[in-house]
């Protein structure tokens, strides 16, 4: 009798590329090209090939600057040189990047050093001040909500009443309503993969009961944005399946309100 041999093939990753009209980008700002990685999860989930292919993504889009919203290792401490080695690619490119929940659970501090020993600027709970095209990007980075690193105030405090924030990175958007409540323009989030498994009701049904309001795509909080990338890797197994699951990397074209 003939063995019935099933695999389940490894989904494509997709190079996403839209525009949106963020609130408080500056005119000198519009345009701007930003590169979106999140859920690296480099380890024994996620293939060598899939990291080096999103890499490649992201030098030929030619970005103004990468964001990177958490989760760069799988689950151990010993994926931290892979991963560093890994993303040393980015080294001239101006990179931003927050913490994910596997970070936290491997060392925050250990993981974070390992990002700027490569010029990655990590933010905890904080902002910064980047001139770009002449002018003053004001990017805020939230740590991981899912592990209660969290402290959106703090990373707010100290912004002057009068700047506008466009950009905000947080690994997860179970904190966008209190990050929206500061007058963001767009939120930059992943964790989610998409639901990994998705299945067409249920995998969105059972993220709310986990507390996983936003799972992917594009959401609008009153006048902020949040957009959740499915992101690039795997973790708890080494598989994504259904739509809305792809692994992606998202180039985000930054556009002024007419």
């Given amino acids: 009798m003939q063995r019935l041999v099933t695999r389940v093939a490894p989904p494509s990753l997709l190079l996403n590329e839209f525009s949106l009209a963020v609130n408080g980008l500056k005119r000198a700002h519009d345009g701007l090209r930003i590169a979106h990685l999140s859920d690296l999860h480099v380890g024994w989930a996620t293939s060598s ?6 890499l490649a993504m992201v030098r030929s889009s030619a970005p103004d600057l990468v964001i990177m919203t958490g989760d760069y290792i799988c689950l151990s401490k010993l994926d931290v040189p892979p991963m560093k080695e890994a993303l040393r690619g980015l080294a001239d490119i101006p990179t931003l990047a927050t913490l994910g929940n596997h970070d936290f659970w491997a060392g925050p501090e250990r993981v974070a050093g390992a990002l ?96 996983i309001p936003y799972m992917r795509g594009l959401h609008e909080l009153g006048d902020t944005k949040l957009y959740v990338t499915p992101g690039v890797g795997n973790s708890a197994i080494p598989f994504r399946a259904g739509q809305g699951a792809h692994p992606e990397v998202a180039v985000i074209t930054l556009r002024c309100h007419s």
Avoid at 130 to 158: S, Y
Avoid at 181 to 206: E, K, N, P, R
């Fill in 116 to 211: 700027r020993d490569i010029g990655i600027d990590v933010m905890r709970n904080e902002h910064r001040s980047i001139r770009i095209r002449g002018e003053e990007l004001w990017v805020v980075g939230v740590d991981d909500p899912v592990t209660e690193a969290d402290d959106v105030a703090l990373a707010f405090q100290g912004i002057p009443d009068h700047v506008e924030v466009p950009l905000v990175l947080a690994h997860c958007g179970r904190a966008a309503q209190e990050i929206a409540a500061y007058g963001a323009g767009l939120i930059l989030s992943g964790h989610t993969h998409g639901g990994q498994v998705q299945i067409s009701t249920v995998t969105d049904s059972l993220g709310k009961r986990m507390g």
């Fill in 49 to 54: 090939s899939r990291i080096c292919e999103a």
